[in-house]
């Protein structure tokens, strides 16, 4: 299940299921959308990325979903490896500014085998 | 993906002294790169906007003074720590885009130890 606690919220899963970590974005005028894997000691690595007039995107073993109604974003991982443990940041791009992006505090996945 | 090449990937100096960070593009020109400072268990945090050929723009809270930015060429930048202290131990990480409605690509970090 997900925790939220002092330090990063960790999701723990079982090998072989799927997961979903979930994101609340802060401004309405962002439109775009990408999804960060960062493992211990690296730099964040691109997984997938979705603008705003989309609601649905679909990678290899991985969907983004946007509702904008809420603000919200989620990334799907489906068959779940100990390879995608890892931290995952989702990341908005507001309209207007000079091309920076925000970032959201980030999930711990934990991949059981 | 576009890459993006960080130097060094650790380092560990002395209070008091300098250290200097590299950021390449190597596939691509970025006229604009991104530093990040990043501590244990957190999300990157934006310290600076690196623009190629004028002064970057730092973000709310953090000294140009102390963390000199140089963006010389469309492939590299550079961030300066300056009379390095214990408390700017951490990890920077820097990225670039290769243009301003796409995705970031990030250098592999720096893990810097000041000692």
């Known amino acids: 299940g997900e925790s939220v606690g002092l330090h990063l919220p960790t999701l723990s899963v079982q090998e072989g299921d799927n997961s979903i970590i979930n994101c609340a974005y802060s401004n309405s005028a962002s439109d775009y959308f990408i999804w960060y894997k960062q493992e211990s000691g690296k730099g964040p690595q691109f997984i997938i990325d979705?603008?705003?007039?989309?609601d649905k995107r679909q990678g290899q073993r991985v969907t983004v979903l946007l509702n904008k109604t809420v603000k919200h974003l989620s990334l799907q991982i489906a068959a779940t490896q100990p390879g995608d443990s890892a931290v995952y940041f989702c990341?908005?791009?507001?309209?207007?500014?000079?091309?920076?992006?925000?970032f959201g505090k980030g999930t711990k996945l934990s991949v059981k085998p | 993906g576009a890459v993006v090449s960080q130097h060094p990937s650790w380092v560990i100096c002395k209070s008091g002294t300098s250290v200097k960070i590299e950021c390449r593009s190597l596939d691509f020109q970025a006229t604009t790169m991104f530093w990040y400072r990043q501590f244990p268990k957190q999300s990157l945090m934006l310290m600076a906007t690196?623009?190629?050929?004028?002064?970057?723009?730092?973000e709310q809270g953090v000294e140009k003074d102390k963390f000199l930015i140089n963006h010389a060429s469309l492939t590299l930048s550079t961030l300066t720590v300056t009379s390095a202290h214990p408390e700017d131990s951490s990890f920077y990480i820097c990225?670039?885009?290769?243009?301003?409605?796409?995705?970031?690509?990030f250098g592999q970090g720096t893990r810097l130890t000041v000692v």
């Open positions: 990225s670039a885009r290769v243009n301003l409605g796409g995705a970031a690509f």
């Open positions: 990341a908005e791009n507001i309209g207007g500014s000079q091309g920076n992006l925000i």
């Open positions: 690196s623009n190629e050929g004028s002064k970057a723009t730092y």
């Open positions: 979705i603008r705003s007039n989309m």
